[in-house]
Every structure is written in C-alpha cells, then in structure tokens.
C-alpha cells in the first residue's frame, strides 16, 4: 500500500539555521508528492507540490525535490526565521493524471525556530 | 477567491450525542475530503466526497457518515459520540490532485 514517512520531531533550530526535514514514501504507480505546513490554531497550508521525477518544487524559500531512485522528497531551506514555526506534514497522492485520491500523510514534524 | 470553509469553528458535545460539521469548497471544486487529526495519530482519511457520491471511506466505523449537496459542500455526521472522537476536523476540496484545507473544526467530547 501506500505510506509516507517523516523524520520524527520535534526539531529545534536557531533563527538562519538550515534546515531538512526528511521524508520517504511507498507508493504503487507514479504519485504525486507534497509538503503541507499547518500553524498552531490553523489548518493545513500547501507549501509546495512535485508531480514527476526530478521535479522540484519550491516556495517561501523551501525547496523539495522528487527522487524516484531514493522515493524521497526532503524538505530544505537554507536559512530558518521565527515565523517557520509550525508543524510540516509529507504527503503524497497516488495519482499524478488528474484524477482525485485522498492523501496519505506522514505524521508531522513539529519545528519550533528560536531568535 | 474565497477558500474553503468549515463551521463550526468548535464544538463541544457530551458521549452519545451527535455531532454535524460543515464544509464548503472553494468555488468549481467538485471534490470534498474529510480528515480527522487527532492528537498523537497524525492525519487520517476519513471519505472522500465527488459529484455527489461517496467515492472512498477510510477505516471508521459506519457512525461516521457524510453527504455532498448539490452545490458540492458537504456535512460530516457523527453518531454515537465517544471520547476518542474529540479532534480536528479537516475538510478539503480539489478539482484535480491538489487538495485545499479548510481551518478545520474543533470537537470536543466530554
């Protein structure tokens, strides 16, 4: 079946730090891959989306990068601010053609960024 | 563009009650999603809403049960309400592999 997972938390960095925070997958067929962050009181935010192999996606100066031969997506950011804060969830869905499945969701990796 | 919507904000209801939970999608979405994010087991699937049919349940019991109207919002039924209940709800909907959530709904079960 399909699954995702993330590096446990919770992750504490200092303001400018780097930041990764691992995710691998198993999944039939070609799916597509996400990262979605949720701040404490909010629902869930798509930070940033990959469809295909070697595809990377980026926002907010996060980047994410679909390995087919690893089946990972990692995420990274070069340099941490205060407002990161929040909790990171992996998720992927089956399909990448259109159609609609629901996600499957790694369990979330909390990071917490001090001053 | 309004993103999707949820009400309400929170709820509190006592065991053996019955909970409903409102979820509108973003305009032109067709799909809705329900998912529950209860504290310690992550995000779990519950149903998947399109075009006004169950399309897929996860693995809850049949107290959790859900409609789309025609105007594609949907409602979340809780029946029977247990503890273990208590979460967030996330409602999301899409047009095509991309999922957006709503701000979710809190239920509290005492």
């Known amino acids: 079946g399909n699954s995702v997972t993330q590096m446990e938390g919770p992750v504490t960095l200092s303001e400018e730090a780097f930041l990764t925070i691992n995710c691998t997958y198993t999944?039939?067929?070609?799916?597509?891959l996400f990262w979605y962050v949720q701040y404490p009181g909010e629902g869930l935010q798509l930070l940033l989306k990959?469809?295909?192999?070697?595809d990377k996606g980026s926002n907010k100066g996060f980047e994410a990068t679909y390995r087919k031969e690893t089946t990972s997506f990692h995420l990274e950011k070069g340099s941490v601010q205060v407002s990161d804060s929040a909790v990171y969830f992996c998720a992927l869905s089956p399909s990448s053609q259109g159609g609609s499945e629901k996600l499957v969701f790694g369990k979330g990796t909390k990071l917490t960024v001090n001053p | 563009e309004a993103g999707v919507t949820q009400s309400p904000t929170h709820l509190i209801k006592t065991r053996g009650q019955q909970a409903t939970l409102r979820c509108s999608p973003i305009s032109g979405h067709t799909s809705v999603y329900w998912y529950q994010q209860a504290l310690g087991l992550g995000l779990q699937f519950l149903l998947w809403y399109d075009e006004g049919e169950e399309r897929n349940r996860g693995n809850f019991p049949p107290r959790f049960s859900g409609r789309q109207f025609p105007n594609y919002s949907s409602e979340l039924n809780v029946n029977a309400l247990e503890l273990e209940d208590s979460a967030l709800y996330l409602c999301?909907?899409?047009?095509?592999?991309?999922?957006?959530f709503g701000p979710g709904t809190r239920l509290t079960v005492t």
């Open positions: 990959a469809t295909k192999a070697d």
């Open positions: 999944a039939t067929g070609y799916p597509s």
């Open positions: 999301a909907s899409s047009l095509g592999y991309e999922q957006y």
